[in-house]
């Protein structure tokens, strides 16, 4: 089993947790339009949704697709990757291979796209991607992320889909208060996606 854990500001300070905190800047769920049963192969598999889930998170948020630097979206099949490129925004319609052979969708390159490995990678544990994204990128906004660590994360973008349908983005700042944990605080616990993170009881 697993949770995220949602506190207020006050229980932050009250148990000198600022230094950890990640905070939910913009969230929207989207669920099947009247053209996702047009004739278009793309509308089936839900990008009218997530464009308009995606266009709802950059409004809340005040945040674009630049302003992110590590995404994890729902690459359920290795063209729906290509397909949630153009619309999450990272380019135009139909210019998704050109982002790849840019080098654009990798450590290096203007964002590091799915550093878990993605769902695929993960055997797509259905009822676990959500939170399996939301961990990852948290563990790489705190600069806990060990290998996979992008540098100078301050935003990260969330993308999840399930067919018939509905989207959910969701997009993620460092706190202000909050700089990359050094060393002396990093005492964490894995086991492959598993972590047990520094709580008392008291907490």
Not at 12 to 32: C, F, K, S, Y
Request: charged letters at 15%.
């Amino acid at each position: 089993s697993a949770a995220a854990v949602l506190v207020s500001e006050r229980f932050l300070d009250e148990h000198d947790l600022a230094g950890q905190a990640v905070q939910i800047v913009g969230q929207a769920m989207t669920t099947d339009f009247a053209s996702t049963f047009d004739s278009s192969a793309r509308n089936v598999i839900g990008y009218d949704m997530n464009v308009q889930a995606a266009r709802q998170v950059y409004d809340q948020s005040g945040l674009g697709p630049q302003d992110f630097q590590v995404i994890e979206l729902h690459d359920c099949f290795s063209a729906n990757e290509l397909l949630l490129y153009e619309a999450l925004g990272l380019c135009g319609e139909g210019e998704a291979p050109t982002l790849i052979d840019a080098g654009d969708t990798t450590y290096g390159g203007r964002w590091v796209v799915n550093p878990s490995g993605g769902l695929i990678s993960k055997g797509h544990p259905l009822g676990a991607t959500g939170l399996a994204q939301c961990t990852e990128l948290t563990w790489q906004l705190r600069g806990t992320a060990d290998q996979r660590q992008v540098d100078n994360v301050t935003a990260a973008l969330q993308h999840n889909i399930g067919l018939g349908g509905a989207s959910v983005v969701t997009a993620y700042q460092r706190a202000a208060s909050n700089s990359p944990l050094p060393a002396s605080r990093r005492k964490l616990a894995r086991s492959g996606l598993f972590q047990c993170d520094f709580v008392s009881a008291r907490q």
